[in-house]
């Protein structure tokens, strides 16, 4: 009797020991394969919006020779600007996206997520966060249809894969968010200043191929960067990142010498309006002397 007695006084002390242990459940364990699914689409839909509303239309820009693109971004103006502002929302729902991917993360990992990777840098365990073993209680139908509780031990094999996928994933997303917050300030500035918008086509458009100097050559960019409304610099920004580098300055060459004949129809134009109101005048004058 008497081992039969330290037995039942050791089974209560580790019962009592147990019950003031605090105890951490893990829910995320069945859903992490359905949670990153989900972050890919979500990923997926602003790249679709945009391609849903761009519609094809660098594609059927790039297919054309250069005069003819450069008559209708001349005759085109101020078309494209809710292309643009499309564009820009797509960004800011960029933002939205990893946002909100960040926070529904750091809930399935009970808020052990935010601060996952300085807790690893630090010297923590990701063992306390994806435990290898746990405590697991199932509830099944015993021989007399009554339901019995079963304890056991699991091996949770899978978070050694789950460890090493959200602490890389934490990284992802602070260079994602570092990335798309430069990006939005970047084109905040392309927005606002133009004199950014002339630098960024001075870029990629280093050399204009009939421009004998490089006063002329910033001239005729910044002539033509200037007149375009800022739709048609949107247009001409996506043209320099598809279209080889020698077909952009032939186009700018293009679209400054439109832009001159422009002015000077305009100028005529204003000329002969002008020579004909006076006539017309001379004309009023001539009837009201006349007796």
């Not at 807790?119 to 994806?130: C, H, Q, T």
């Amino acid at each position: 009797m008497e081992p039969l007695r330290w037995n039942l006084i050791l089974i209560r002390i580790l019962r009592i020991q147990d019950e003031n242990l605090t105890r951490t459940h893990h829910l995320y364990y069945q859903w992490v394969c359905l949670v990153l699914l989900a972050q890919c689409i979500s990923f997926y839909v602003p790249r679709y919006l945009w391609r849903l509303s761009e519609n094809g239309l660098t594609k059927k820009l790039m297919s054309g020779e250069a005069p003819a693109l450069a008559r209708y971004l001349m005759s085109h103006q101020d078309c494209h600007t809710f292309l643009g502002f499309t564009y820009h929302a797509c960004e800011v729902m960029n933002v939205l996206v990893l946002c909100g991917n960040f926070i529904l993360t750091d809930l399935l990992l009970n808020q052990k997520f935010r601060g996952l990777g300085l807790f690893v840098l630090n010297g923590g365990d990701l063992a306390r966060i994806f435990p290898r073993m746990g405590k697991c209680t199932f509830q099944m139908f015993g021989p007399t249809g009554e339901i019995e509780r079963h304890d056991s031990l699991c091996l949770l094999a899978q978070n050694v894969f789950n460890e090493k996928i959200f602490f890389a994933l934490w990284f992802w997303y602070l260079f994602l968010g570092v990335l798309t917050i430069m990006n939005m300030f970047y084109t905040l500035t392309l927005f606002f200043c133009m004199e950014a918008r002339v630098h960024r086509i001075s870029f990629v458009c280093p050399s204009l191929a009939s421009s004998k100097t490089r006063i002329d050559r910033e001239k005729r960019l910044e002539t033509v960067v200037r007149e375009l409304h800022y739709g048609e610099f949107f247009v001409l920004r996506l043209l320099s990142k598809n279209v080889p580098a020698q077909f952009l300055p032939k186009l700018i060459n293009i679209c400054y010498d439109l832009m001159v004949e422009r002015r000077k129809d305009f100028g005529y134009k204003f000329q002969m309006r002008n020579d004909l109101y006076s006539n017309r005048e001379d004309e009023s004058r001539f009837l009201l002397a006349k007796p």
